[in-house]
């Protein structure tokens, strides 16, 4: 069974670029979450999708992070224009419920930097 | 506000020797879990602790829960090289659709 893919899984961009991170989670699996890690900060939930619906988007820091998921199936997350403390690893996970029972299977990350 | 502490940042021991890390929280929760992270790969979940069990066993891994404390720890027993990563725990509130909230993580190094 293919786990949860990352692409890419390093980018490197200027400030004031526009990037777009790609999940793609576990097939079935209705739940999916972003994280991101910023340098020597804990790692920080972002937001979480039921199928193509968002649950919670309280983690977002601000409009210039957009993230979708047509169809239900994978997800993006653009920065637009993207600014110097973006830079950190976006996780993605997948689950197939949410709730009590709900072992995340993680990606290896994308590794975004922004001169 | 961060939710989970950690502690300790940092751990260095030799293969053979127990590995306990600790971790802390703020508020009440419906479990707490914990992942394992080698480096440059993605998390991978190692055991889930609800909130009505106080310890649970898996392998050479041992996690007790103190919700009194809001404390839990991780115990890696005999450890070995490939235990060297970083350990997260990570809680679920109530009613929070499993959203995970993250610690600072321990660095465990162990040595050949």
């Known amino acids: 069974e293919a786990g949860v893919t990352q692409f890419p899984s390093h980018s490197v961009i200027e400030k004031g670029q526009t990037v777009t991170l790609r999940c793609d989670p576990i097939?079935?699996?209705?739940?999916l979450y972003w994280y991101r890690r910023v340098m020597g900060k804990e790692i920080k939930f972002l937001l979480h999708?039921?199928?193509?619906?968002?649950?919670?988007e309280s983690g977002m820091p601000n409009n210039r992070f957009l993230a979708e998921r047509t169809g239900g199936t994978y997800s993006t997350l653009k920065v637009q224009p993207a600014e110097l403390e973006d830079s950190g690893v976006y996780f993605c996970?997948?689950?197939?419920?949410?709730?009590?029972?709900?072992?995340?299977?993680f990606g290896p990350g994308t590794r975004l930097t922004v001169l | 506000s961060q939710q989970g502490e950690e502690d300790p940042q940092a751990l260095s021991i030799q293969e053979g020797e127990n590995a306990t890390m600790n971790c802390s929280y703020k508020?009440?929760?419906?479990?707490l879990q914990w992942y394992r992270q080698n480096s440059g790969r993605g998390l991978v979940h190692l055991i889930l602790?609800?909130?009505?069990?106080r310890e649970k066993h898996s392998g050479r891994l041992r996690v007790t829960l103190d919700t009194s404390k809001k404390s839990s720890s991780l115990l890696i027993t005999a450890s070995r090289a490939a235990d060297t990563a970083s350990y997260f725990c990570?809680?679920?509130?109530?009613?929070?659709?499993?959203?995970?909230?993250f610690g600072a993580g321990t660095q465990v190094v162990v040595t050949p």
């Open positions: 999708f039921v199928k193509e619906s968002k649950q919670d």
């Open positions: 990570a809680t679920v509130l109530t009613d929070s659709w499993g959203k995970l909230q």
């Open positions: 996970a997948s689950s197939h419920r949410a709730g009590d029972r709900n072992e995340q299977f």
């Open positions: 097939s079935g699996h209705d739940n």
């Open positions: 602790i609800r909130s009505n069990e």
């Open positions: 508020t009440s929760i419906n479990n």
